[in-house]
């Protein structure tokens, strides 16, 4: 079963950063996708970005795009969200997930427990 673990979150002021982990165990499948999202209070779960393991070939939502940046490290099976100009509407649970290379949370299988990012104004 795979298992993803995220990290890395915190309180930052608007302007700052954080790099969010999220590692990966268990058995996966060649062709996937790792994907960031973000879900904050009352509303729904949101696409943030997606990485294709294999290739490498990065995906962003409009909202980030320029800001974060997605990364990983196949050697030690994790999965990076560099996150830049934070403003408070970044504000999330960031959840960590696996999936085909969709924008949408339907299609991925597994799931982090998600790390708290608050940006202060």
């Known amino acids: 079963q795979v298992q993803l673990v995220e990290s890395g979150g915190g309180l930052v002021q608007a302007g700052g950063s954080l790099r969010l982990s999220c590692a990966v165990s268990g058995r996966t499948f060649s062709n996937y996708a790792m994907g960031w999202f973000r879900q904050a209070p009352g509303k729904e779960r949101d696409f943030v970005a997606r990485i294709s393991w294999i290739t490498g070939s990065t995906y962003y939502a409009d909202s980030v795009k320029g800001r974060f940046t997605i990364s990983r490290d196949n050697a030690k099976n994790t999965v990076y969200l560099q996150m830049n100009s934070l403003k408070p509407e970044d504000t999330a649970v960031y959840y960590c997930?696996?999936?085909?290379?969709?924008?949408?949370?339907?299609?991925?299988?597994?799931w982090g427990q998600g790390t708290q990012v608050t940006v202060s104004s």
């Open positions: 997930a696996v999936g085909r290379g969709s924008s949408s949370y339907h299609d991925y299988s597994y």
